[in-house]
């Protein structure tokens, strides 16, 4: 006869609180940073597998947990920030983490807010940057300072904070941080909400309200998908009234109607994105509560400068709103194929 093991709780990863402790801390191998202020969530756990099996079995995995003073500004949401060091352990673990490195404020200030910051530069004041002044110059200030402590060889972070991910991948270069940078894609819920530590401030009624921002990036993109569609057809049909009259001629109606809708057809750009994901947040505007629009804003990821209508390549469209006293933030990368002679 057998007997039922013991369930037990899953193990957590090891914790480290000082300077001094992870210096002293064994370091096989590769060593891959994921950097977090806490509050794991399934898309914090994806980044930490992708470290797992980047750094692979012989490397080590190390979680940072803090949240930095720094880049919060007045009036934002650092004291209510959620603070859950025994669960992230756990979650740490059981997504691949060897170490959880969560330093006090005093341990990464240690004589106060530091008086040499990283500038974080002409894309620091755009977007993100325009709301929170000073956010990613106390976002850089710590990253630098996390990857001076934890020298990884890799470092993780996720593609829903594009601007917060190009301004490291800035940083990196322009003052010969020797790491790599890895980018993950954004998780989301099954109905396409990004995850993020602030969704557990939303009401049921707000988080239904907040799905209009995923759902205003989706209509953009289908929207493109329709429009490369329609262009794609126009330049592979004959594209004269003369085949479409022809085809007419011979009792084809359809297809004439079809080579003719597609050789006159309007094929707009980049303002249709722009107003099919707008017309998504101008109806969350009406709805009960409402949603408060920061910025929409479709852009080159290269400068996070707003795209021409003659863009052809990769683009970004980015959106922040305020639901309730929350404020979220979402992206989706886009490709705009290059025109061709059709259009
Ligand atoms: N849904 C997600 N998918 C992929 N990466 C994510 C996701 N959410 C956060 N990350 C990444 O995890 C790292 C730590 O982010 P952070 O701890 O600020 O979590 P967060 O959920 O973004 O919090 P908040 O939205 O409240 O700022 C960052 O590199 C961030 O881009
Ligand atoms: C990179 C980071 C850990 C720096 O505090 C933070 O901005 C975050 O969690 O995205
Ligand atoms: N996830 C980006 C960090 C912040 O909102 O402060």
Do not use: C, W
């Amino acid at each position: 006869m057998t007997h039922p093991t013991p369930t037990s709780p899953a193990p957590a990863a090891a914790l480290v609180r000082t300077a001094a402790e992870l210096h002293a801390a064994p370091r096989p191998g590769r060593r891959a940073v994921v950097m977090t202020m806490g509050a794991l969530h399934e898309g914090h756990a994806q980044l930490v597998r992708s470290a797992r099996e980047l750094a692979g079995p012989d490397g080590q995995v190390v979680v940072t947990v803090f949240v930095n003073p720094l880049q919060f500004g007045a009036g934002e949401d650092l004291d209510r920030y959620p603070r859950t060091l025994d669960a992230d352990l756990a979650t740490a673990r059981a997504a691949g983490a060897d170490l959880v490195f969560a330093p006090s404020v005093d341990e990464v200030y240690p004589g106060g807010e530091p008086q040499v910051r990283i500038t974080a530069g002409p894309l620091g004041g755009l977007l993100e940057g325009a709301t929170r002044p000073g956010h990613f110059d106390g976002m850089l200030t710590v990253v630098a300072k996390l990857l001076h402590l934890t020298r990884p060889d890799l470092a993780l972070y996720g593609q829903k904070d594009a601007q917060q991910l190009a301004l490291i991948r800035r940083m990196v270069r322009d003052l010969n941080f020797g790491v790599e940078i890895v980018a993950v894609p954004t998780v989301r819920e099954d109905d396409g909400l990004a995850r993020s530590s602030r969704n557990r401030f939303l009401s049921p009624a707000e988080r239904r309200t907040a799905l209009a921002l995923s759902r205003a990036l989706f209509a953009g993109r289908d929207r493109l998908g329709a429009q490369e569609a329609l262009r794609d057809r126009a330049e592979a049909a004959p594209g004269d009234s003369a085949r479409a009259g022809a085809l007419d001629a011979l009792g084809e109606s359809r297809l004439a109607a079809d080579a003719h809708a597609v050789a006159h057809a309007r094929l707009p750009g980049p303002a249709a994105v722009r107003e099919s994901a707008r017309a998504v947040l101008a109806d969350a505007a009406r709805a009960e509560p409402p949603l408060v629009l920061d910025y929409l804003a479709l852009i080159d990821p290269a400068t996070f400068a707003e795209i021409t209508e003659d863009h052809a390549g990769d683009a970004l469209l980015a959106v922040a709103a305020k639901v309730g006293t929350t404020r979220l933030i979402d992206n989706l990368p886009l490709h705009f194929a290059p025109h061709g002679a059709a259009s």
